[in-house]
């Protein structure tokens, strides 16, 4: 499902001497199957960005088109919209609310009123796939962990079976370990659905080993955008933009400024312990 973005700007509070714009003539195009990453610093627009795209926020101007259908059009179906396109707030455990896991899980394709088996089958699926066994369908939300509730409304989401998946800095809050974890669950649910995935976050630590694409937002524009290793060659653009490359990234830049043969677009841990084994080995043999 594609998501086109045509000279959208989105103002806060018009007319009064609040107002804010906290989207200034976004062009943007979401492809089918992409896993993106959208990064960029607190209050740069992200949240609200992301917010037009299951219509929950309005363009004060401009258009939206998903699947070449423009979204604010009279008969354009807004309950169609939500279940295609799945967002998973910020905190999203904070919203948990049901008695059982599984209810709470059950709760969004009930609303698509679906059938009862239909229903099930689509909330054990959901929770399978976020790794919550069996053993905890009928625990209440509030005796689980940090990490296992905010897997379970990443759940509740994907039993509606939307189309595309995006999630508002899914790993805030978490300690280094619970980060990777979901990280890892993002990915894993991306590669084996190949739904679109769409991942907010203020570190480009989250998105490097990941994602296709970079979208970088800065002051209401997105102000860069593609493959991760063409996005982290701005370092210097980054950093006036509050944001840093990969620490991985940054000292392989400066190694090889120092002269080192280091390729200067690595970006993963992986990729460095590659570049650091080929400059041993020409040194010792
Ligand atoms: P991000 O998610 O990147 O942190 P947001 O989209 O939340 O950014 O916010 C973008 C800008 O819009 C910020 O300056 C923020 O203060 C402002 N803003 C967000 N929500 C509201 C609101 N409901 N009313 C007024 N201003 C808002
Ligand atoms: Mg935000």
Known sequence: MSIIFDHVTHKY?????????????????????????????????????????????????????????????????MKKLRSRVGLVFQYPEHQLFEETVVKDVQFGPKNLGLKQLEVQYRAFEALKSVGIGDDLLDASPFELSGGQKRRVAIAGVLAMKPNVLILDEPTAGLDPAGRD???????????????????????????????????????????????????????????????SVPQVTSIARNLAAKGLEIREDTITIEEAKEELLKIYRRATF
Do not use: C, W
Request: glycine share 10%; proline share 2%.
């Open 181 to 243: 974890e979901i990280l890892g669950l993002i990915s894993k649910i991306h590669r084996e659905s190949g739904i679109t995935v769409i991942l907010v976050s203020h570190s480009m630590e989250d998105v490097a080993d990941y994602v296709d694409r970079i979208i970088v937002m800065n002051n209401a524009t997105v102000a860069l955008e593609g493959p991760p290793k063409a996005v982290f060659m701005h370092e210097e653009e980054l950093k006036a933009m509050g944001l």
């Open 13 to 77: 509070q018009e007319g009064t001497t609040m107002e804010k714009t906290a989207l200034d003539d976004i062009n943007l195009v979401i492809n089918d199957g992409e896993f993106i990453g959208l990064i960029g610093h607190t209050g740069s627009g992200k949240s609200t960005l992301i917010q037009h795209m299951n219509g929950l926020l309005k363009p004060t101007s401009g258009t939206i088109y998903v699947d070449g259908e423009d979204i604010m059009e009279k008969d354009y179906s």
